[in-house]
């Protein structure tokens, strides 16, 4: 007879696609060079179908593409350029986390430092983004 699985282990028959924290820092690069495009539809096209954006500069959760897009149409107005301050990344079987801080720097010369988080998932083709939360810095020096 048998012997039953654990509650709560599942055994894992994926096979795991292998990446680099190279790779996966160049994630955000993709993501930065498609907001210079200047076209929401461009930026949306890194999130998974399934994900949610928690912005910047907006308090609203953005579940759908359109309501990504309607997010990044306003902030895109605004010609933002993101760059790395400091980061972390995690890799997994399929996954992967960059965590960290970026600031946005706008073509009217200001910035915003804020903390981020993408998670990505290899859907079988590509990374997508799954989540992104993103966050204005709380304490001003």
Same mark, same amino acid.
């Given at each position: 007879m048998a012997a039953a699985a654990s509650p709560g282990v599942y055994a894992r028959s994926e096979v795991c696609h292998a990446t680099s924290e190279k790779e996966v820092a160049a994630l955000f690069d993709r993501w930065n060079a498609s907001l210079q495009s200047g076209d929401a539809k461009k930026v949306v096209e890194n999130y998974a179908a399934k994900s949610i954006?928690? *912005?910047t500069v907006s308090n609203k959760?953005?579940?759908s593409a359109a309501e990504k897009e309607d997010y990044f149409e306003h902030?895109?107005?605004?010609? *933002?350029?993101?760059a790395i301050d400091s980061r972390n990344i995690e890799i997994d079987c399929n996954t992967a986390i960059d965590a960290g801080l970026y600031t946005f720097s706008f073509a009217d010369g200001t910035a915003v430092h804020a903390r981020y988080t993408f998670t990505y998932k290899w859907d079988g083709k590509r990374w997508a983004i799954t989540s992104h939360h993103s966050s204005a810095m709380p304490e001003h020096n």
């Open positions: 954006l928690l *912005p959760p953005r579940l902030f895109l107005a605004r010609k *933002p350029v993101g």
